[in-house]
């Protein structure tokens, strides 16, 4: 299995030798303003540059979007995936979003999962920021709250689970313990509202996936240094590490891919 990190919560999963395309945003740096009422509003965003030339990034056999928010899903994105492609999405409603823009082959997953190429992907429940705080907002930007992650599991490969945009509670916690997966890719830059209220994971929630994983599984750390609203940067994350030793945190760079084998060794 392979995990390549391309900018934010894109990321190219080769698995089974299948390759998804996780949340594509494709757009150029800084073509778009910051997020109405979130903290650096003022700044745009993508703050940095694709690794990649698009072409590259969507030649892959299906894509998974995790929820039709502007830092996971773009015109971009749009206008250069074939519109034949395999796409999953978490509901009815981005399914109908993506139809309206052309696309042809969508599949809604489910919580029971969905077969795809011998791989079974489970969807599974995210809390994008406090929903009582956050969701409300959402709607005055019209955009929807819920999001999704994926557990992907076959028998030649490690349990991968793709946690989405959450923040820690405790649908992740029993998705973690029924799954057990030795593989976690976690949002977690910190994304925040002007009120403080965070919208992703920050250093306090991945503490609790450490506290809550064998130390043989390892974290990924995606969704960083992008998008404009950000509140923990790849530094600060890397001196969490260095500080506390932490030999299973990976957090890998724009454009670097990760290999693991059979027995979740990096290879």
Not at 36 to 47: I, L, Y
Not at 210 to 235: E, Q, Y
Not at 239 to 254: D, M, Q, T, V
């Amino acid at each position: 299995m392979q995990i390549t990190q391309i900018r934010n919560a894109t990321i190219i999963v080769n698995y089974n030798n299948t390759k998804f395309l996780i949340d594509p945003w494709l757009g150029p740096k800084e073509y778009m303003p910051g997020f109405e009422g979130a903290v650096n509003f003022q700044d745009r965003q993508p703050r940095i540059d694709l690794p990649f030339d698009i072409k590259d990034i969507i030649n892959v056999d299906a894509v998974i979007i995790t929820h039709i928010h502007p830092d996971h899903w773009d015109i971009y994105a749009s206008n250069a995936i074939d519109k034949k492609i395999k796409i999953f999405v978490q509901s009815q409603e981005d399914k109908n979003y993506l139809t309206k823009s052309g696309f042809l082959n969508i599949e809604i997953l489910t919580f029971e999962g969905v077969e795809f190429n011998n791989i079974r992907l489970y969807k599974t429940p995210c809390e994008h920021g406090k929903r009582e705080i956050i969701e409300p907002v959402c709607k005055k930007l019209g955009m929807p709250y819920d999001a999704m992650g994926i557990i992907f599991k076959n028998a030649n490969e490690p349990t991968l689970y793709i946690a989405g945009d959450t923040i820690w509670n405790n649908d992740i916690k029993n998705t973690i313990q029924n799954f057990t997966p030795e593989i976690i890719v976690i949002n977690a830059c910190g994304a925040s509202i002007l009120s403080g209220e965070k919208l992703i994971m920050n250093i306090d929630d991945i503490s609790e996936v450490l506290k809550n994983t064998p130390n043989t599984t390892k974290i990924i750390a995606s969704h960083m240094d992008a998008v404009s609203h950000l509140t923990v940067k790849r530094k600060d994350i890397q001196e969490f590490i260095n500080n506390n030793k932490i030999e299973n945190l990976l957090l890998p760079e724009n454009g670097e891919t990760l290999t693991f084998d059979t027995r979740n060794q990096i290879k």
